[in-house]
């Protein structure tokens, strides 16, 4: 059995040799009502987006020259103006090329030779065009967006088509490519001045703490403890004095304590 070649490059291959098959079409449902009926609103909705600027590849003997979709060349040029956020023609067709060179290339049957995919180079100036660059600054950093969101597909394809298993170095900078978008788009609102603005809340809680202290009393010899914070109130009743205004009343509750002076009644006795 012969060893396959490992020398074919898919440039040599003629692609578009053998016949391709015809499959007819399908009969299709009507749409639902429902969709029928969002008609209208999807129309509007199209029509508030911009028009993008398309490029056709045009075959000129050894090399490729891109050209308008349409004979209105001043139009064409506006739109790319407008995609791109510069009158300079020199940065737009850097940018043109650019984009052109992260799009695949096909095979053209009929020029017989390599071209760049139309569609690819098209959807990539659209990504672009969709930012709406003000200056040549937004649409640099929309033109690599672009490239990343591209690279991010690409490896995300190439990660899932290893038999159904997840390859996990593509997946790896599949992950890291998306944050790096994540952060493009942040960067994107901050060239266009809109900053990202942040809440933030601060709950402020009151709480009470007690301490209680042990000291020795050298006459019972147990420890008693001390409250060095905030004790609940006592409930007790008024004891009226007998006594001439100024005496004092030993308090029952503390025997073996001082005594401290008590406040004056309304009737001129003191009370504890």
């Known amino acids: 059995m012969p060893r396959p070649r490992s020398d074919i490059s898919p440039r040599r291959i003629d692609a578009g040799s053998q016949p391709k098959r015809r499959r007819k079409d399908r009969s299709r449902p009507d749409p639902p009502v429902h969709l029928k009926e969002k008609q209208p609103e999807a129309e509007a909705f199209c029509e508030s987006l911009p028009l993008m600027p398309g490029v056709v590849m045009e075959d000129r003997g050894e090399t490729w020259e891109y050209r308008a979709p349409h004979n209105d060349k001043t139009l064409w040029e506006l739109q790319l103006i407008q995609a791109f956020g510069t009158r300079s023609s020199s940065l737009v067709n850097a940018f043109l090329e650019q984009l052109a060179s992260l799009s695949l290339e096909v095979w053209d049957e009929e020029a017989k030779k390599w071209k760049y995919n139309e569609r690819e180079w098209n ?27 591209f690279m991010i597909m690409r490896l995300s394809a190439q990660a899932l088509s290893r038999n159904g298993s997840v390859g996990r170095e593509d997946a790896a900078l599949a992950s890291k490519l998306a944050r790096t978008f994540a952060l493009q788009c942040e960067a994107m609102q901050l060239l266009k001045g809109k900053s990202r603005t942040a809440k933030q809340s601060i709950h402020v809680t009151k709480e009470l703490h007690q301490h ?40 029952p509750s503390r025997t073996g304590q001082g005594t401290v002076p008590l406040p004056r009644g309304k009737s001129g006795r003191t009370m504890r």
Do not use: C
């Open 123 to 149: 959807a990539l100036i659209a990504l672009v065009a969709d930012h709406r660059p003000e200056n040549a600054a937004q649409a640099a950093l929309a033109a690599q967006m672009a490239a990343t969101h």
């Open 212 to 251: 209680v202290h042990y000291h020795e009393d050298r006459g019972e010899g147990e420890p008693k403890p001390q409250s060095h914070g905030p004790a609940p109130a006592e409930s007790s009743e008024a004891v009226w004095s007998e006594e001439p205004d100024g005496a004092f009343l030993p308090s």
